[in-house]
């Protein structure tokens, strides 16, 4: 089976804070892939990455960077919290030539 | 049913009977499709999936119909359980042009009446 796994299930911080979202995957999977998800709003692409080192902008990449140093992890960074950056975020990644994604459990992340 | 942008529609049903989520979806070049079902606090689960060369896929209680000439999704539940309910939204990929990226419907509320 795959396995998506994120470093925290939920997490607190505060305005102008920096903050790192960790996403692991086992299955050697070339594409990750970072979403946000509000009510209403469905599943929003922030970022995503073809391979190591690359990466590219999603739907809504202001306020966000990534990082892709090894193929098993993509990171997403805040550089500066805000409240507006409240939401639950979740990885994916997919492989193989399949197009399925496989998502982790998500990361709920309140900005105070 | 749902689509991309909506507000999250809610299906009640009672426990033995059979559930319809239906998705409509806008892009007619798409050619692979996939339901999500999601539990609250969790990540989306892969349920099952369809490519535009079909109209029909069946699972383990699931089904999932394609009708491309309305650009209309669904999946049928038989005999719903209590562990079915939970939040359940489509997605589609674009095609080649998309590359693996994947567009979301904003989901329906699946709640089981005992």
């Known amino acids: 089976d795959v396995k998506v796994t994120q470093s925290s299930r939920y997490l607190v911080k505060r305005t102008g804070e920096k903050v790192f979202l960790e996403c692991v995957q086992d299955m050697d999977h070339e594409n990750m892939f970072w979403y946000r998800q509000d009510p209403g709003l469905g599943l929003r692409l922030i970022y995503f990455?073809?391979?190591?080192?690359?990466?590219e902008k999603g739907d809504i990449p202001e306020g966000y960077s990534v990082s892709r140093e090894k193929k098993e992890r993509f990171s997403l960074i805040l550089e500066s919290a805000s409240t507006n950056q409240t939401s639950m975020y979740l990885c994916?990644?997919?492989?193989?030539?399949?197009?399925?994604?496989?998502f982790g459990p998500g990361t709920r992340l309140t900005v105070l | 049913g749902e689509s991309v942008g909506l507000h999250l529609p809610t299906l009640s049903v009672q426990e033995g009977d059979n559930s319809i989520i239906n998705c409509a979806y806008s892009?007619?070049?798409?050619?692979?499709f996939i339901w999500y079902k999601q539990e609250s606090g969790k990540g989306p689960q892969f349920i099952i999936d369809i490519r535009s060369n079909m109209d029909k896929r069946q699972g383990q209680r699931v089904t999932v119909l394609l009708n491309k000439t309305v650009k209309h999704l669904s999946l049928q539940i038989a005999a719903t359980q209590p562990g079915d309910s939970a939040v359940y939204f489509c997605a589609e990929n674009m095609g080649t042009g998309g590359g693996n990226k994947l567009t979301f419907g904003t989901g329906t509320q699946l709640k089981v009446e005992l």
């Open positions: 892009n007619s070049a798409s050619d692979y």
């Open positions: 994916a990644s997919t492989g193989g030539g399949a197009d399925t994604q496989y």
């Open positions: 990455s073809y391979d190591v080192k690359m990466k």
